[in-house]
């Protein structure tokens, strides 16, 4: 006989991981988008790091917003979640392949993630 107990996270993982990845294919897009613009407007390379954060924002929000929608209840946990995933994947991916984190940088972008995430799991569990 199973008497086994369910964890009290295994309905948030569901909903997490479905915003995990609706939040890196809308971030992989945002991000093409990005590299296409800077490309065709011949924008400065200083351009580029503000776009790639906002890029990574845009995608954490839509993820969020997945999240919050099929799990209906706790979108703040569930949103923020989600975006501390996916920038613990970005962050050791990039670390994989250059060896090297610029911690001020990879702050900053772990929040607006983690915040923009956050909101859309927030807008999510609220949408009608």
């Known amino acids: 006989m199973n008497t086994r107990t369910p964890s009290p996270l295994s309905p948030l993982l569901k909903p997490i991981l479905i915003g995990l990845s609706v939040g890196a294919v809308a971030a992989t897009g945002f991000l093409l988008l990005s590299a296409l613009l800077v490309y065709k407007l011949a924008l400065p390379l200083g351009t580029v790091t503000p776009m790639a954060v906002t890029a990574m924002g845009l995608g954490s929000f839509f993820g969020g917003i997945a999240a919050g929608l099929s799990t209906r209840e706790r979108g703040l946990l569930v949103g923020a979640a989600c975006g501390a995933l996916l920038f613990l994947i970005?962050?050791?991916?990039?670390?994989?392949?250059?060896?090297?984190?610029?911690?001020?940088?990879?702050?900053?972008?772990?929040?607006v993630m983690t915040a923009c995430s956050a909101a859309g799991g927030v807008l999510g569990v609220n949408r009608r």
């Open 90 to 111: 970005l962050l050791i991916a990039g670390l994989a392949r250059t060896g090297d984190a610029a911690l001020g940088y990879a702050a900053l972008k772990g929040a």
